[in-house]
């Protein structure tokens, strides 16, 4: 197992979509779950949203539910989040990671190195 590798930061306007993809370990990829942490300035990193190894459970932060959704493809070895309708206070370094259960706070057994998602008002 290695670290998983984000992409798809970025800047956007309020009220935007951004979409963030991570790529994990193909063999052992669909034996765990995944989730997404973000770190803003100045603030502890906290818990966004996480997926079962299966899809079949998903948690959202009280903060993003309703606008952003996680889903995952383990044919592609991939965990997407879909974020809408983003807020300035959205703006952080977004993680993936990878667990043995979804349920939160996950203690992640591995992390990325992070995606700067940055929000203007």
């Known amino acids: 197992q290695v670290p998983p590798v984000e992409s798809g930061g970025g800047l956007v306007q309020a009220g935007g979509s951004l979409r963030l993809s991570c790529a994990g370990s193909?063999?052992?990829?669909?034996?765990?779950?995944m989730g997404w942490f973000r770190q803003a300035p100045g603030k502890e990193r906290e818990f966004v949203s996480s997926?079962?190894?299966?899809?079949?459970?998903?948690y959202y932060a009280d903060s993003v539910k309703g606008r952003f959704t996680i889903s995952r493809d383990n044919a592609k070895s991939t965990v997407y989040l879909q974020m809408n309708s983003l807020k300035p206070e959205d703006t952080a370094v977004y993680f993936c990671?990878?667990?043995?259960?979804?349920?939160?706070?996950?203690?992640?057994?591995?992390w990325g190195q992070g995606t700067q998602v940055t929000v203007s008002s």
């Open positions: 990671v990878t667990a043995q259960v979804a349920r939160p706070p996950m203690n992640p057994r591995y």
């Open positions: 193909g063999g052992t990829f669909s034996m765990y779950a």
């Open positions: 997926i079962s190894w299966s899809g079949g459970s998903t």
